[in-house]
């Protein structure tokens, strides 16, 4: 997407240029359906929107984040004018560069009962990412308290980008969330495939418990709990010396996952890897999986380094120029320069639609779609037009199902049929 996932932004005439040189592209036979945008709050705008969610409870409560630190509460009335502030940190100064800043956002599945969300955002001197605990006000449930702010762990971060960065809850109940890999170009401290390192990674805590002076707990079936990468076993199960592997690792080689989320029907977990120079690529994670960053960017190699175990192969991947498109078997899909992963859609509202995994590219605007059946790619392409004048800079899913683009024009987006 956006500054999580994005390298150095590009201008308006580069991406005019690139789309003048075949960013529309060929779509596979039989696509999914074509959509169309609906300004889903047409009286309200937003600096950098970067999260919506909806409240798990009763109270048909909406929120949206924005970059520099905010957090709102949006009207019930589509039509209104009213947003309420819930949270802020911008006077911490979260967004210092492009890609810095209030982050990622998740309610406590219990939130109708304990209060609770969670927040990644980032810090200065040092340069870190912080994931925190924070409440609701006891006197008033539509603001938080920030008085209650448990962190639960600071990431060293050695350049200002590639924060990574999606906050999610699986369907275990474990939080899941994205480290980039620390930024600069090419990963250059090599933390991808590193195990004691948390960056380039996605890792599963509990936070409903504490593991040893941990302010979280470790789940005890998280795939390196207690054995190195190469299945020994440690002599302690939480090691961290350089020869061991975090036990809060899920899956690593990631260089900057921007927005990842679960199937809500299949419990799949779903994540964009925002590529160095050449692929964009869709990643579906796994218990333990190295995804290969930086030994290759998407399908093909990059940098001569070790690696343990087998790669997982990317379900699909995208080219950020038209003469890179024959490397690869998905050589009619539109190119790109930084994804933004999105949802598969499971709502009522667009049954043509439902099964299509949504992502986007942030720099050019473009929306596409993928089927993914049986253990591949059955079907992709477009299904809006490139638009560089909205950077597409998240998605978003309310309780029932039914998509949202959140875009740097300031805007929020309803995912519709054409002609509805």
Same mark, same amino acid.
């Given at each position: 997407?956006?500054?999580?996932?994005?390298?150095?932004?590009?201008?308006?005439?580069?991406?005019?240029?690139?789309?003048?040189?075949?960013?529309?592209?060929?779509?596979?036979?039989?696509?999914?359906?074509?959509?169309?945008?609906?300004?889903?709050?047409?009286?309200?705008?937003?600096?950098?929107?970067?999260?919506?969610?909806?409240?798990?409870?009763?109270?048909?409560?909406?929120?949206?984040?924005?970059?520099?630190?905010?957090?709102?509460?949006?009207?019930?009335?589509?039509?209104?004018?009213?947003?309420?502030?819930?949270?802020?940190?911008?006077?911490?100064?979260?967004?210092?560069?492009?890609?810095?800043?209030?982050?990622?956002?998740?309610?406590?599945?219990?939130?109708?009962?304990?209060?609770?969300? /969670?927040?990644?955002?980032?810090?200065?001197?040092?340069?870190?990412?912080?994931?925190?605990?924070?409440?609701?006000?006891?006197?008033?449930?539509?603001?938080?308290?920030?008085?209650?702010?448990?962190?639960?762990?600071?990431?060293?971060?050695?350049?200002?980008?590639?924060?990574?960065?999606?906050?999610?809850?699986?369907?275990?109940?474990?939080? /899941?969330?994205?480290?980039?890999?620390?930024?600069?170009?090419?990963?250059?401290?090599?933390?991808?495939?590193?195990?004691?390192?948390?960056?380039?990674?996605?890792?599963?805590?509990?936070?409903?418990?504490?593991?040893?002076?941990?302010? /979280?707990?470790?789940?005890?079936?998280?795939?390196?709990?207690?054995?190195?990468?190469?299945?020994?076993?440690?002599?302690?199960?939480?090691?961290?010396?350089?020869?061991?592997?975090?036990?809060?690792?899920?899956?690593?080689?990631?260089?900057?996952?921007?927005?990842?989320?679960?199937?809500?029907?299949?419990?799949?977990?779903?994540?964009?890897?925002?590529?160095?120079?050449?692929?964009?690529?869709?990643?579906?994670?796994?218990?333990?999986?190295?995804?290969?960053?930086?030994?290759?960017?998407?399908?093909?190699?990059?940098?001569?380094?070790?690696?343990?175990?087998?790669?997982?192969?990317?379900?699909?991947?995208?080219?950020?120029?038209?003469?890179?498109?024959?490397?690869?078997?998905?050589?009619?899909?539109?190119?790109?320069?930084?994804?933004?992963?999105?949802?598969?859609?499971?709502?009522?509202?667009?049954?043509?639609?439902?099964?299509?995994?949504?992502?986007?590219?942030?720099?050019?605007?473009?929306?596409?779609?993928?089927?993914?059946?049986?253990?591949?790619?059955?079907?992709?392409?477009?299904?809006?037009?490139?638009?560089?004048?909205?950077?597409?800079?998240?998605?978003?899913?309310?309780?029932?199902?039914?998509?949202?683009?959140?875009?740097?024009?300031?805007?929020?987006?309803?995912?519709?049929?054409?002609?509805?």
């Amino acid at each position: 997407m956006y500054s999580a996932k994005l390298k150095p932004w590009a201008c308006a005439a580069n991406v005019s240029l690139l789309l003048s040189l075949g960013a529309s592209g060929l779509t596979a036979a039989e696509g999914p359906p074509a959509i169309e945008l609906k300004d889903a709050y047409p009286l309200l705008t937003f600096e950098r929107p970067l999260w919506l969610e909806d409240a798990p409870d009763d109270s048909n409560r909406r929120i949206v984040i924005e970059q520099a630190g905010r957090i709102w509460l949006l009207p019930q009335d589509r039509n209104g004018v009213e947003r309420k502030l819930f949270l802020d940190i911008s006077h911490r100064r979260p967004f210092v560069q492009n890609e810095e800043g209030l982050l990622a956002f998740a309610f406590h599945p219990q939130f109708k009962t304990n209060g609770k969300f /969670y927040l990644y955002y980032t810090q200065q001197s040092p340069k870190r990412n912080v994931l925190s605990e924070v409440r609701v006000s006891e006197s008033d449930p539509n603001r938080a308290d920030l008085t209650t702010e448990r962190v639960l762990m600071e990431i060293e971060q050695p350049y200002w980008n590639h924060d990574g960065s999606t906050v999610i809850f699986g369907p275990d109940g474990y939080l /899941y969330f994205s480290t980039g890999d620390g930024g600069s170009g090419g990963d250059p401290h090599n933390v991808g495939q590193s195990g004691h390192h948390l960056l380039g990674k996605i890792l599963r805590i509990d936070v409903n418990s504490r593991t040893g002076r941990l302010a /979280y707990g470790v789940p005890k079936d998280n795939p390196f709990v207690g054995r190195d990468r190469d299945g020994t076993l440690k002599e302690d199960p939480f090691d961290t010396r350089p020869e061991g592997v975090r036990p809060e690792i899920w899956a690593y080689g990631l260089r900057n996952v921007w927005r990842m989320s679960f199937d809500r029907e299949t419990g799949e977990l779903w994540a964009a890897d925002v590529g160095q120079d050449k692929w964009e690529e869709v990643n579906l994670i796994v218990k333990g999986g190295n995804y290969g960053w930086s030994a290759r960017e998407g399908f093909h190699p990059y940098k001569d380094q070790r690696v343990r175990g087998r790669l997982i192969d990317p379900i699909l991947e995208y080219p950020h120029k038209p003469e890179f498109a024959a490397e690869s078997k998905f050589a009619d899909h539109s190119v790109g320069l930084s994804i933004t992963g999105g949802y598969v859609y499971r709502g009522q509202k667009f049954p043509a639609l439902r099964g299509v995994y949504v992502y986007a590219d942030f720099q050019y605007g473009t929306i596409f779609g993928l089927r993914y059946e049986n253990g591949e790619v059955t079907t992709y392409g477009e299904l809006s037009k490139p638009n560089p004048t909205r950077l597409v800079a998240s998605f978003g899913e309310d309780r029932d199902g039914e998509l949202y683009m959140l875009a740097f024009d300031g805007k929020i987006y309803e995912i519709v049929a054409p002609g509805k």
